[in-house]
């Protein structure tokens, strides 16, 4: 609410309020001024010129002089800093001499003013002082000045800088991730019709040979259809909704298959509320199946297992085909898929390995816990 009452503010009502707020530090910096110029006065008044050596009077009359020119010298840097900084980089110094130039020339005209009223500068001496203080207050003012504002005004081009650069950055690592999030729903889109094909295959074998079993195979395939639809909108989803929709499609494939495909799930009960990409055991599963249970007669045994070792989560795929390498995998097979979302989501840190261990082939999916 504030933000977008602040934007329709008129540009003439901006600069009526920055003028007040100007206006207002202005009379604030020569009052308080003033206010500290006659306290020290009084205190010098009570003791008396008389009891005043000359050393003390040049003390109090340098620090009437450096009281009216420093307060209104900071206000000015302050003001010229502000408003001049960003916009003219090369000519803010000479703005800034500019300024204290007329701070210093209003100290000095000021400070002699109240020291007259005091009685410590004659009336006829009051020009005469004006005058004697006004180059050496100028070179003063302006090497002081000039020298904090060199340094506020690196400070501030400083700090532009480093905010421009982690503006820059905030916005390179959202575009990043903009796009390694469009990209993940390219794959994740693209796994889903490969998928929804080889469970339609699977019906449309039973349907001549058992239409009741086929109608039941399409609840299940409804089922699994839902959840393809809602781990669409997720990156990750739990192991434990990943192995329901495996079991569904290993059921619909043993309709199939009969006793040709056999198949077992050892996972730990702790692990089921790990978070794994959605449908990625499912693509090791249906791999197994296409490639070893439907190309030999004597099918195929599948076994799902998974572990945590280090830190790491491994779940494992083990049937007992011929096996195969990765290096075959082209970027439109399903394991490609799964090997590009897994660098997508982990990076380096989620890996795809296949192995041959004890006369078996075994697909590891790992990433971190």
């Known amino acids: 609410m504030n933000c977008a009452s602040d934007s329709t503010v008129p540009d003439s009502t901006k600069s009526r309020n920055t003028a ?62 502000n408003r001049y900084a960003a916009k003219h980089t090369r000519l803010v110094y000479v703005f800034h001499a500019l300024g204290l130039l007329c701070a210093a020339s209003f100290g000095v005209l000021a400070g002699s003013l109240l020291l007259r009223v005091a009685g410590m500068i004659l009336y006829g001496n009051y020009w005469s002082a004006v005058w004697s203080a006004f180059p050496f207050s100028v070179v003063i003012t302006l090497i002081v000045g000039l020298t904090i504002a060199s340094y506020e005004t690196l400070r501030y081009k400083l700090q532009s800088t480093t905010l421009e650069l982690r ?9 990043y991730k903009l796009l390694a999030e ?37 609840g299940k395939l409804a089922s699994l259809l839902r959840f393809s639809l809602n781990a669409n909108q997720k990156s990750l989803v739990l192991l434990s909704q990943e192995l329901k929709i495996v079991r569904d499609y290993l059921e619909i494939e043993k309709t199939r298959f009969g006793p040709r495909l056999s198949y077992a799930i050892d996972v730990p009960e702790n692990l089921l509320d790990v978070k794994v990409p959605p449908l990625a055991l499912q693509s090791l599963v249906d791999n197994a199946v296409k490639h070893v249970a439907a190309q030999r007669g004597q099918g195929a045994a ?36 799964l090997i590009a979302r897994l660098e997508l989501l982990f990076g380096a840190a989620g890996q795809l390995e296949v192995a041959r261990e ?10 971190p816990a």
């Open 20 to 81: 007040s707020v100007l206006a207002r530090r202005i009379l604030r910096t020569l009052l308080i001024a003033a206010a500290v110029a006659f306290i020290c006065l009084a205190i010098f008044l009570a003791l008396g010129h008389s009891r005043l050596s000359q050393s003390g009077i040049e003390l109090a009359v340098s620090f009437v002089y450096s009281i009216f020119i420093s307060l209104p010298s900071m206000l000015v840097l302050h003001w010229v800093g």
């Open 167 to 175: 503006t820059k950055q905030v916005e390179q690592e959202r575009a």
């Open 182 to 218: 469009a990209q993940l729903s390219s794959l994740e889109s693209r796994i889903h019709p490969h998928f929804l094909f080889n469970t339609l295959n699977s019906i449309a074998a039973l349907i001549p040979k058992d239409p009741i079993l086929a109608e039941d195979t399409v």
């Open 302 to 337: 599948i076994r799902l297992s998974g572990s945590k070792e280090d830190g790491r989560i491994r779940l494992e795929v083990i049937d007992d085909g011929p096996g195969f390498s990765l290096d075959a995998i082209t970027p439109d097979h399903g394991l490609g898929n």
């Open 358 to 367: 004890y006369g078996r082939t075994v697909v590891r999916l790992s990433f």
